[in-house]
C-alpha cells in the first residue's frame, strides 16, 4: 500500500435496472457532496447500494502530505557511541570486580 493517501469526491451514479426503488430516492445523487473527502463507512456504503445507486470515486488533485522523516547519522559518530557503551560496559565489570575482591578481604 502506498504511503500516499487521496481524497476522494465521489459522484453518486444510478445503478441500471434499479429505478423502481431509485424513485424513492431520487435527491440522493445531489447529496454526493457529503460523502467526499473522507473515509466512508461500510454502512454508508450499502446503504446507498439499497437506494439503487453506486458511488463513484475521482480522483481529486489534493494529496495529504506524508511525513517522512529521513535521519542519517555518518557511520563515525556511530562507532564512536558503540565504542564508548562498549568501555562502560567493561568499567562497570571491573567495578564489580573491585568491589567484590574488598567485601571478601574484610
Known amino acids: 500500500m502506498?504511503?500516499?493517501k487521496f481524497h476522494y469526491n465521489y459522484e453518486i451514479v444510478p445503478v441500471p435496472g434499479r429505478e423502481h426503488v431509485q424513485k424513492n430516492f431520487a435527491t440522493l445523487p445531489t447529496?454526493?457532496?457529503q460523502y467526499s473527502g473522507r473515509q466512508l463507512s461500510l454502512n454508508e456504503r450499502f446503504s446507498i447500494i439499497e437506494r439503487g445507486y453506486v458511488l463513484e470515486p475521482v480522483k481529486s488533485e489534493n494529496k495529504r502530505?506524508?511525513?517522512k522523516f529521513d535521519v542519517q547519522m555518518p557511520e563515525a559518530h556511530i562507532t564512536q557511541n558503540i565504542d564508548?557503551?562498549?568501555k562502560s560496559i567493561r568499567n562497570e565489570?571491573?567495578?564489580n570486580k573491585k568491589k567484590t575482591t574488598t567485601v571478601?578481604?574484610?
Open 93 to 95: 565489570k571491573s567495578n
Open 65 to 67: 502530505k506524508s511525513r
Open 31 to 33: 447529496r454526493a457532496e
Open 2 to 4: 502506498s504511503s500516499e
Open 84 to 86: 564508548e557503551l562498549i
Open 104 to 106: 571478601k578481604n574484610l
